[in-house]
């Protein structure tokens, strides 16, 4: 079987059936955390609801002294909000359409174990790894409640992981130069799909392409043209969003319009690193920001584009004139990423916090013995610590919310499942050690002796 294969089919076992199942049954034993007769749907339903309406791609904004007002809108990129606005037309706006988003939401977390079980055995070559990533992903309780979100946690966990395997697979075909065109295409569908989900994910995108044009065990017009290909298919993909939103207002918005508002969230005077300040209250914009951002008025339909450009002017002002704080403040936010949020009353629980620091203690232990393998795609490991360092900058820039450490951890999950191959492998070599100390003393004759 070759190792870069996505879809294997000599591996069809029990063993490799159990996670999955365990991880869908755990995933639906979430639905009474999932408050499925009102859920929240954020954003995304709200946009689903007014298109079902008649109203197009818009979203609802209370602003000051305003009753609430519906406007045009790219604040969110269109993939979650898509996915809802098809369950919500196809079942109605009630509880069959809920349990749909919900079950949606299970099916993505069951792809997710079986897609991170096959990236383990890419990167390691192990069936045993391959085991213990399914099964670590299944039950992992951060993953578990991301099914009770319905929001877009779940479908990125997917999606990374898939992207990771996807980048990796490219790689070996155009080294072996077998595949390479199904391996290119699949790349960039992926990073394309990836990209109507997420708007940072043209960032990661590009890396990891940069990262594979430095490959020098490829021919390099082999890279090059993988590359144009698979970048080519991602724009293509992403092209119909990005047009509307340059007809609509008038600059080029591949991602959303939300970046401005997610910069003055992380950079200003009372910024914490965090969405919530100290109280535990989730930081909005005062009320002057408000006013300058009205412009022409509540009805303008420009209104979403101005606020983002007032805000980030204001963030970029701050950053300007407190370099020092700025910077301190991006430290703080990169801490906060890689532990857990202390200003969020979720994630400053004790469970929630020590679930966090054994979850990293054990990637760095798995980054540790990393070194010693003796298989491994240096490639994958590569891509993952570059979509990690990707991550933590994004996060140091804008700000920090649990959802974003949950896709972190997502993606160095390889790295927390070599961790607990190592705890498990020390557990039994010291349960061995101990049997056969036992074992030594009871077959001495002074010990035989007296059991006699």
């Known amino acids: 079987m070759t190792q870069g294969h996505l879809f294997p089919v000599g591996e ?28 929240v749907l954020w954003e995304y339903g709200d946009i689903a609801r007014h298109m079902i309406a008649g109203k197009g791609y818009s979203l609802t904004w209370v602003l000051p002294m305003f009753p609430p007002i519906v406007l045009p809108s790219a604040f969110m990129p269109p993939g979650e909000t898509l996915l809802q606005y098809a369950l919500l037309s196809v079942f109605g706006d009630g509880l069959l359409a809920y349990i749909a988003i919900f079950l949606v939401q299970v099916a993505c977390g069951v792809a997710f174990v079986y897609v991170i079980g096959r990236l383990l055995r890419v990167l390691f070559g192990s069936r045993r790894l391959q085991l213990i990533a399914m099964w670590s992903v299944a039950l992992y309780p951060s993953f578990l409640y991301a099914t009770t979100t319905f929001g877009v946690a779940s479908e990125i966990l997917l999606l990374n992981s898939l992207f990771i395997l996807l980048a990796c697979n490219l790689h070996e075909a155009l080294i072996n130069g077998n595949g390479v065109t199904a391996a290119t295409v699949l790349f960039g569908v992926c990073a394309g799909i990836l990209s109507l989900f997420r708007s940072e994910a043209p960032l990661p995108i590009i890396a990891v392409l940069l990262l594979l044009l430095a490959s020098r065990r490829i021919p390099i017009r082999r890279r090059v043209s993988a590359a144009i290909v698979a970048a080519a298919i991602a724009t293509a993909i992403i092209a119909p969003w990005t047009i509307r939103n340059y ?20 950079n200003h005077t009372a910024a914490s690193g965090s969405a919530w300040n100290s ?48 910077i301190a403040l991006a430290g703080k936010k990169a801490v906060m990423l890689w532990s857990f949020d202390w200003y969020n009353t979720l994630s400053s629980t004790l469970t929630y916090a020590t679930l966090s620091l054994v979850t990293l203690g054990l990637a760095m232990f798995g980054l540790f013995r990393y070194r010693s393998l003796r298989q491994s795609n240096t490639f994958g490991v590569k891509v993952i610590v570059l979509l990690s360092g990707v991550y933590t900058v994004l996060a140091m820039v ?55």
């Not at 207002?249 to 910069?263: E, K, R």
């Not at 209250?281 to 101005?306: R, S």
């Open 247 to 266: 007809g609509l207002f008038h600059t080029l918005i591949p991602g959303s319009t939300s970046g401005g508002f997610n910069l003055w969230k992380g």
């Open 279 to 326: 109280a535990g209250v989730q930081y909005g914009p005062p009320f002057q920001l408000w006013i300058e951002a009205l412009g022409k008025g509540p009805t303008d339909p420009m209104f979403e584009l101005h606020f983002s450009q007032v805000l980030a002017t204001r963030a970029e002002d701050w950053m300007s004139t407190h370099p020092i704080e700025a």
């Open 12 to 39: 069809r076992r029990l063993s490799f059936v159990w996670p999955l199942l365990a991880a869908a049954i755990a995933r639906v034993a979430m639905l009474p955390f999932a408050h499925i007769e009102n859920p």
């Open 398 to 452: 804008f700000f920090v919310v649990p959802r974003y450490q949950i896709f972190l951890v997502g993606i160095y999950w390889p790295f927390v499942v070599l961790g607990i191959d190592g705890v498990l492998l020390n557990v039994t070599a010291q349960r061995r050690v101990r049997t056969t100390s036992q074992e030594s003393i009871a077959n001495t004759p002074q010990m035989a002796e007296s059991l006699s």
